[in-house]
């Protein structure tokens, strides 16, 4: 069974640094892209950033480009995210996510508050 499983969130104020992490279970995670979306409230889901199943291709929405970086660490099948110059608008619930056998797989997420 695929399970996602975030954690890293929390409060911090602007100009801040978070690290978030997603661990995987269920699946062969050396094979399969990995992504990140946010959704805050009243706005759609959006992806923040991927990661190629080799690690050597990453991708990132405009609006962190040069703040965030993804990266994925096989030996411990956990993903990261990590967010410097954290924003208000930052402010979202974070998701992991990738597509397995073209089933897609969520993780339950984890509250990102940017605010003094």
């Known amino acids: 069974q695929v399970q996602l499983v975030e954690s890293g969130g929390g409060l911090v104020q602007p100009g801040g640094s978070l690290r978030l992490s997603c661990a995987a279970s269920g699946f062969t995670f050396s094979t399969d892209a990995m992504s990140w979306y946010r959704q805050a409230p009243g706005k759609e889901r959006e992806l923040v950033a991927s990661i190629t199943s080799a690690g050597d291709r990453t991708n990132y929405a405009d609006s962190v480009k040069g703040r965030f970086t993804i990266s994925r660490d096989k030996s411990k099948n956990t993903v990261y995210l990590q967010m410097n110059s954290l924003k208000p608008e930052d402010t979202a619930v974070y998701y992991c996510?990738?597509?397995?056998?073209?089933?897609?797989?969520w993780g339950q997420g984890t509250q990102v508050t940017v605010s003094s």
């Open positions: 996510y990738t597509k397995y056998w073209g089933v897609n797989y």
